[in-house]
């Protein structure tokens, strides 16, 4: 049988064996091009266009290499014939499996972050959860989430019998699904564009009443209320703004 070189058509004579020892992939001597012999094989001569290996007193007669023996030149004959580069398609295919791995991973994250709260019902990953580090938890167990307060209702009046002072009253509950610790409140008084004109933090301890337990926080879908009296700072706060911290 014979096979042709598709650059230069240089015809050789090929056995099983030759195509066996190089996994049919084997490089022409006279022009340097690597080819897939199976792609060009013939049981007769291949065609009028075909010839035979140049030959000389000076030149040596080429014989077909092996695949292991012409990696490096068949790389780069690909390259320069146009034909495709298996370093960078190896490339490619970590690079889009690393993009893939990096997918279900930020996939995986979101889906633990939207359904956190019935996530934290489960012993165990309520406990992994915790010794990350990932949430922020006092050492009696409650749960720190500011983000879980939400305030529903709020007022702001002056004092009915005392001057220079604001009454401001507000309720909020606790949406998580287990005790909380009570929240540190900022109360920012505002002006008509909307600037802070005075600004206050409390602490537990300053707006709940006097000998309320601090160390069971709050539990889940318990609504608070608050009143608090403030100093007026004028006719310039003419609004207010509630974080939960």
Same mark, same amino acid.
């Given at each position: 049988?014979?096979?042709?070189?598709?650059?230069?058509?240089?015809?050789?004579?090929?056995?099983?064996?030759?195509?066996?020892?190089?996994?049919?992939?084997?490089?022409?001597?006279?022009?340097?091009?690597?080819?897939?012999?199976?792609?060009?094989?013939?049981?007769?001569?291949?065609?009028?266009?075909?010839?035979?290996?140049?030959?000389?007193?000076?030149?040596?007669?080429?014989?077909?290499?092996?695949?292991?023996?012409?990696?490096?030149?068949?790389?780069?004959?690909?390259?320069q014939n146009g034909e495709p580069d298996l370093a960078g398609v190896k490339s490619a295919r970590l690079a889009w499996g690393l993009a893939t791995a990096l997918l279900v991973l930020l996939t995986i994250a979101n889906t633990g972050w939207t359904f956190r709260e019935p996530l934290l019902h489960n012993p165990r990953i309520s406990a992994w959860i915790k010794q990350s580090g990932w949430l922020q938890v006092e050492e009696q167990g409650l749960l720190k989430d500011p983000q879980q307060?939400?305030?529903?209702?709020?007022?702001?009046?002056?004092?009915?019998?005392?001057?220079?002072?604001?009454?401001?009253?507000? &309720?909020?509950?606790?949406?998580? !699904?287990?005790?909380? =610790?009570?929240? @540190? /409140?900022?109360?920012?008084?505002?002006? %008509?564009?909307?600037?802070?004109?005075?600004?206050?933090?409390?602490?537990?301890?300053?707006?709940?009443?006097?000998?309320?337990?601090?160390? &069971?926080?709050?539990?889940?879908? !318990?609504?608070?209320? =608050?009143?608090? @009296? /403030?100093?007026?700072?004028?006719?310039? %706060?003419?609004?207010?703004?509630?974080?939960?911290?």
């Open positions: 049988m014979f096979t042709c070189c598709p650059q230069c058509k240089t015809a050789y004579p090929l056995s099983a064996a030759i195509i066996a020892h190089a996994r049919g992939l084997v490089q022409c001597g006279q022009c340097g091009r690597t080819f897939s012999a199976l792609s060009f094989l013939f049981d007769e001569w291949p065609s009028d266009e075909a010839h035979r290996p140049a030959t000389g007193p000076d030149i040596a007669l080429p014989v077909l290499r092996s695949a292991g023996e012409a990696d490096t030149d068949a790389d780069n004959t690909s390259a307060m939400q305030l529903v209702s709020r007022d702001m009046h002056t004092h009915p019998t005392r001057s220079g002072i604001l009454v401001l009253s507000l &309720t909020f509950v606790n949406l998580a !699904v287990r005790n909380q =610790v009570f929240p @540190e /409140l900022e109360i920012t008084l505002m002006d %008509a564009t909307n600037q802070p004109v005075a600004q206050r933090r409390l602490q537990p301890e300053e707006y709940l009443r006097p000998g309320a337990d601090t160390q &069971t926080g709050l539990a889940a879908d !318990v609504y608070l209320p =608050v009143l608090l @009296e /403030l100093g007026d700072p004028g006719e310039k %706060a003419v609004g207010f703004e509630i974080r939960f911290l």
